[in-house]
């Protein structure tokens, strides 16, 4: 036999049709990790982002006094949900595509997890989460002006207000901040988490393609989340140009170029880090949900539906 022919052929990369069942799977991943741990984390975030003179223990007694317990799930109902429902299906769908594209033009798993998070996360910010973030950033706002004594409009009253006078340009108000981070993010979460599957399987021994275990997959994926929190200060613009907060040393009109002036200016480097700490586990709790408890749940409903579902992350 030649040597040739003693070779094993390479994997062939399979185009998985399109289903509906892998969108409904990535919005119901979603709408678990904000209901759960995501929203409260996210709610500390923002606010540690928005109000940069709190450190962490200051963040959640704010929180705390705006409603207790309850404070850490403002802006669950509707918004969280509506954006949960969209982006998590979003991001499914087109990573899966532009994994699959980078690996049939030849790019190693890790470089593909890149282009994948990268195409998911920009198709998020400008298809759905323009006007979800601007509506929580509005609820958290609504709450700093009632702390000073005035009566707050309602959240839907200040959107109607926001787009008579800006239009559709006020309501996606920071979305060029909100797609450098989410293509940022998932570029990172998924590439990180590809790179540490790798390195989980040289040290157990096992070869590319091979199942990992449930507690790998789960480890691999929180350590891509947890990492991915290098890009707060993206973050931390973000929440700073769709605020609602008057300081007359703000630019009128911002820019992601003059806000990161400005919180420089403000508030130092410090002030572009502040609430990476919620970011960290909010990040890691994201990509669990998303990247290991995707995988398996993908798997769990192929095996009860035997229908294969579109994407393998």
């Given at each position: 036999m030649s040597a040739a022919a003693a070779m094993p052929e390479p994997k062939k990369l399979e185009k998985k049709p399109v289903k509906f069942s892998n969108l409904l799977l990535g919005a119901g991943l979603n709408m678990f990790e904000v209901t759960t741990l995501g929203q409260p984390l996210e709610v500390v975030k923002t606010t540690m982002a928005a109000n940069?003179?709190?450190?962490?223990?200051?963040?959640?007694?704010?929180?705390?006094?705006?409603?207790?317990?309850?404070?850490f799930?403002?802006?669950?109902?509707?918004?969280?949900?509506?954006?949960?429902?969209?982006?998590?299906?979003?991001?499914?769908?087109?990573?899966?595509?532009?994994?699959?594209?980078?690996?049939?033009?030849?790019?190693?798993?890790?470089?593909?997890?890149i282009t994948g998070g990268v195409a998911g996360g920009i198709a998020q910010a400008y298809a759905t989460m323009g006007f979800c973030t601007c509506m929580k950033t509005v609820e958290i706002t609504r709450h700093k002006v009632a702390a000073v004594g005035v009566k707050p409009p309602g959240t839907f009253a200040v959107f109607m207000d926001i787009y008579r006078k800006e239009g559709i340009r006020g309501i996606n108000k920071g979305v060029n901040a909100v797609a450098i981070r989410q293509m940022t993010n998932w570029g990172s979460r998924f590439g990180l988490s590809r790179l540490a599957e790798q390195g989980i399987r040289r040290a157990t021994g096992k070869e590319e393609g091979q199942r990992l275990a449930a507690w790998e997959k789960i480890a691999a994926s929180g350590l891509g989340g947890g990492l991915s929190a290098w890009n707060q200060p993206i973050e931390v613009i973000r929440v700073e140009m769709q605020s609602k907060t008057v300081d007359p040393n703000r630019p009128a009109k911002l820019?992601?170029?003059?806000?990161?002036?400005?919180?420089?200016q403000s508030n130092g480097i410090k002030g572009l880090y502040r609430g990476v700490t919620p970011r960290i586990g909010l990040g890691v709790w994201q990509t669990i949900c998303m990247v290991g408890m995707g995988d398996m749940a993908k798997e769990a409903v192929e095996r009860l539906t035997g229908d294969k579902v579109t994407a393998k992350h």
């Amino acid at each position: 036999m030649s040597a040739a022919a003693a070779m094993p052929e390479p994997k062939k990369l399979e185009k998985k049709p399109v289903k509906f069942s892998n969108l409904l799977l990535g919005a119901g991943l979603n709408m678990f990790e904000v209901t759960t741990l995501g929203q409260p984390l996210e709610v500390v975030k923002t606010t540690m982002a928005a109000n940069r003179g709190d450190n962490f223990a200051g963040a959640l007694g704010r929180v705390w006094g705006r409603g207790g317990v309850l404070g850490f799930y403002q802006g669950l109902i509707p918004w969280a949900w509506i954006e949960a429902s969209t982006k998590g299906a979003v991001l499914l769908f087109v990573a899966s595509e532009a994994e699959y594209y980078a690996r049939s033009f030849g790019a190693q798993e890790f470089l593909a997890g890149i282009t994948g998070g990268v195409a998911g996360g920009i198709a998020q910010a400008y298809a759905t989460m323009g006007f979800c973030t601007c509506m929580k950033t509005v609820e958290i706002t609504r709450h700093k002006v009632a702390a000073v004594g005035v009566k707050p409009p309602g959240t839907f009253a200040v959107f109607m207000d926001i787009y008579r006078k800006e239009g559709i340009r006020g309501i996606n108000k920071g979305v060029n901040a909100v797609a450098i981070r989410q293509m940022t993010n998932w570029g990172s979460r998924f590439g990180l988490s590809r790179l540490a599957e790798q390195g989980i399987r040289r040290a157990t021994g096992k070869e590319e393609g091979q199942r990992l275990a449930a507690w790998e997959k789960i480890a691999a994926s929180g350590l891509g989340g947890g990492l991915s929190a290098w890009n707060q200060p993206i973050e931390v613009i973000r929440v700073e140009m769709q605020s609602k907060t008057v300081d007359p040393n703000r630019p009128a009109k911002l820019t992601v170029g003059s806000t990161l002036k400005y919180i420089y200016q403000s508030n130092g480097i410090k002030g572009l880090y502040r609430g990476v700490t919620p970011r960290i586990g909010l990040g890691v709790w994201q990509t669990i949900c998303m990247v290991g408890m995707g995988d398996m749940a993908k798997e769990a409903v192929e095996r009860l539906t035997g229908d294969k579902v579109t994407a393998k992350h």
